[in-house]
């Protein structure tokens, strides 16, 4: 088993641990750069190492009752059709070189988005409420299954934007929904279009099986202990190092 794949599943746990976020933003760019994986293998990868670690906060959210099942339905009736529309266009044409640019592309932008809506946080809520007055509540539902197909056309080119970025969205549509209720909905969609994603990526061969379990069996304890910093790491310090980060990895996928 590969120690460094453990210790690095166990450093991204830890993370998604403290701040609820960066899982799929981090792994990914480590897997290209520490286990050098061509970018549809390293999203492929990522995107079942995100369904599976997800599935235990979905079921701790659900069970809490914090998942706006309603809302969740519209996400998925946009995301599923859109990962599944991008994964056949992915067979369809095969993966070329531009695919593989335009992965690589799509991987370092949502890692600059993800950072941007990491940084400004708190600033979200604020906006949701203003864009209250300019949305009628009869337009919301078409805009939420609008919101899931973008999701669903990033997540399968990336393998990221199911977290922070759809949090974020749900936060700009639904600014009075509690910030609980924002994280359970999010994890409950990320679960299946993540898994939906991840099982297209593997019918076109772009998984690491081994390297994924060894990167899950360093992630539960990586969680569990992340989660338990979370009282004594400050997080705007610990927020500030991880959009760094994606700053960071986005520019350098990028260029």
Known sequence: MDFIAILSGFGVGAIVGMTGVGGGSLMTPLLLTVFKLNPAVAIGTDLWFAAVTKTAGSLSHHQAGHVEWRLTRLLLLGSIPASLATIALMHFTGITKGWAAALTFSLGIALLLTAV??????????????????????????????????????????????????????MLLYPRLESHRVVGTDIAHAVPLTLVAGIGHATLGHIDWSLLGALLIGSIPGIWIGAQLTRKMPEKLVRTLLCLSLVSAGLKVIY
């Open 117 to 170: 809506t990491v940084a400004f946080k708190q600033v979200w809520h604020g906006v949701g409420l203003r864009l209250e007055r300019w949305i009628p509540e009869n337009r919301k539902p078409l805009l939420t299954v609008l919101c899931g197909l973008i999701l669903g056309v990033l997540v399968s080119l990336s393998s990221i934007g199911a977290g922070a970025i759809g949090a974020t969205l749900i």
